[in-house]
């Protein structure tokens, strides 16, 4: 999965799972903060990454998200199970998986073999 989509994928998972009303992310493989502008919903999700310039959206049903990247014009399935997330990017493509404690967002890249560390604070 590519650096900055998997940043708004977990910003996407940690936002829905902790509820916290927050519109940033912490990246650390990138070492920066990334902004978003954004709307979630049980039921609709829709967030703009400030870094790529571009939305992701979809609806949801039972903790089931059909998002479409309107970057790489291309669908993201997330399933959101308690503090767990899983799911598949149709662009990489690959499987992907994480766990979300408290401020922490610990995402495995299945295309990558690695996972990888994000917070909802800047370190």
Known sequence: MQPKL????AF???????GLDKLSIYDHFQSKSVSFEAT???KYVKVFN????????GPGEENVF??????????IELEINGNKFKGYDE???????G???GDEISF????????????FKEP
């Open 6 to 9: 998997r940043t708004t994928v």
């Open 12 to 18: 996407i998972a940690g936002r829905i799972i902790t």
């Open 40 to 42: 979630l919903s049980p």
């Open 50 to 57: 400030d870094d790529r310039g571009c939305y992701t959206a």
């Open 66 to 75: 059909d998002l479409y990247d309107f970057g790489h014009g291309h669908c």
């Open 91 to 97: 662009l990489a493509p690959c499987h992907f998986n």
């Open 99 to 101: 766990e979300v404690n």
């Open 108 to 119: 495995y890249d299945d295309g990558e073999a690695k996972t990888f560390q994000f917070s």
